[in-house]
């Protein structure tokens, strides 16, 4: 049987009428009119994205501000040159992805899942090219301080993008808080970044590298909560 | 004025607060809904109370409609919502038993030349779950492969896939159906 003849057959069906009952009809119409007000449409994607790119930055640069900009001062020309213009575009990935899945039937680029896998790649890819001590001095000591460092700064990143999105409705709450998990994860890493002085390969690779995925669990875990709860 | 286009009108009407944009948006839009969750195994009891709870969400959230942007996948991700939100609670409060009960029904074998005077569900039966509503959307609610692809929250490429493993699956059933 060819393709066409599956097309007619279909269409077919799709052309059998389907009647909803009137009265159901008019009951909805009539439980929509009672509350009918005008409402101020939700600001675009890009806006939104926008956002949450000045959110990301804001915190990144309020929290090395607060603990010193030892690591940006300390990387070269070419090391900032990769970091954080790579930093920045996943950012912006990230935010995209975070607006979109808070508006119904947008668009997907990239799904957060993707992302996650990407950033990770990413970040690892550059911090393997960049540093080339395989030094491990005080590995987890240092390690949980920057790891719970970035996470710190990952949580206001979290709560002031669900402030400027909570007109949205996340049709995928386990997308939506991964996609969020990942941007915040992205702020702590940003931080790290500016503020951690600490170019030991394998330390970079792994403590810092590990706030987004950690970040994207944390908040794919929560969307999967609101879902699990909900009702 | 494409229908579409129209739809895009209504949709920014009934943000506006029009009332007869909002009747004309519920009688327009409902029986495509309504199919959309009859096609996914519900009875029409259930498509009834699946729409009433679909056009109460809309309602909620008419202000994530963006002006210019296609109006059906922005409905058919809040239907999907429901769809999936209603079948978690149905799980959750062990309303398994009714579940299975539709099942049966819904996944009968087909009729002896069932394929000359289809019904619908009846016809996407053996198609799993997103293979169905993708055959829906792009078939019966006449949606192109990017709406569909925002609707479901995928990429057109695999919005093309499960559309062809549907068409597979179709392919041998209506074989067997009419030999």
């Given at each position: ?13 799709a052309?059998?009428?389907h ?9 909805i ?10 409402v ?6 890009w ?14 640069v ?11 001062r ?29 508006i119904?039937g ?16 990413v970040?690892?890819g ?10 491990t001095?005080?590995?987890v ?47 702590g ?11 030991q390969?394998l ?6 590298t590990?706030?987004?995925p ?13 879902d699990?709860?909900?009702? | 004025m ?9 949709m920014?009407?009934?943000q ?41 969400r809309?309602h909620?959230?008419?202000h994530?409609y ?10 058919y ?11 978690r ?13 539709e099942?049966p ?27 169905r509503?993708?055959?829906e ?12 692809a ?13 559309a ?5 699956r ?10």
């Open positions: 049987m060819k393709d066409r003849e599956i097309d007619d057959i279909l269409k077919q069906a052309q059998a009428p009647d909803v009952d009137p009265a159901l009809l008019d009951r119409a009539g439980s929509i009119g009672s509350t009918l007000r005008p101020r449409p939700l600001p675009p994607a806006l939104l994205a926008g956002g949450l790119v000045l959110i990301c930055g804001a915190v990144a309020a929290g090395a501000a607060r603990l010193g900009f030892a690591g940006v300390n990387l070269s020309t070419w090391e900032r040159a990769l970091i954080f213009p790579a930093l920045g575009i996943l950012i912006w990935l990230a935010a995209a992805a975070w607006a979109g899945e808070t119904p947008s668009r997907r680029r990239v799904s957060p899942a993707s992302l996650l896998g990407v950033a990770s790649v970040l690892l550059i911090f393997a090219v960049l540093f080339r001590d395989y030094h001095d005080h590995f000591s240092r390690g949980v301080a920057c790891l719970s460092a970035g996470l710190l700064h990952a949580v206001p990143t979290a709560i002031a993008g669900w402030l400027l999105l909570r007109r949205g409705f996340a049709v995928n709450s386990v997308a939506a808080g991964l996609a969020a998990g990942i941007l915040a994860g992205l702020a890493v940003a931080m790290l970044e500016l503020h951690c002085a600490n170019f390969a330390h970079v690779m792994l403590w810092h590990a706030v987004i950690i970040g994207g669990a944390l908040g794919a875990l929560l969307g999967w909560r609101r699990s709860t909900s009702g | 494409s229908p579409d286009g129209d739809l895009e009108t209504l920014v009407r009934y506006q607060g029009d009332f007869a944009a909002a009747t004309a948006l519920v009688h327009r839009l409902s029986p495509r809904l309504h199919r959309f969750f009859v096609v996914q195994f519900a009875s029409r009891g259930a498509a009834d109370d699946l729409l009433q709870e679909t056009w109460l809309i909620e959230v008419r994530t963006r002006a210019g942007q296609p109006v059906l996948p922005w409905l991700a809040i239907a999907r919502h429901i769809r999936v939100d209603h079948y609670k149905a799980s959750r409060t062990s309303a398994r038993e009714a579940s299975l009960e099942l029904e819904a996944a009968a074998p087909p009729r002896p030349g069932f394929a000359r005077t289809p019904d619908m569900a009846e016809l996407l039966a053996p198609l799993s779950e997103s293979q509503e993708v055959i959307m792009l078939k019966i609610a006449g949606m192109s492969l990017e709406e569909v925002r609707a479901t929250s995928s990429s057109v490429g695999s919005v093309k896939q499960k062809h493993r549907a068409y597979e179709l392919r041998e059933r209506l074989a067997g159906g009419l030999s």
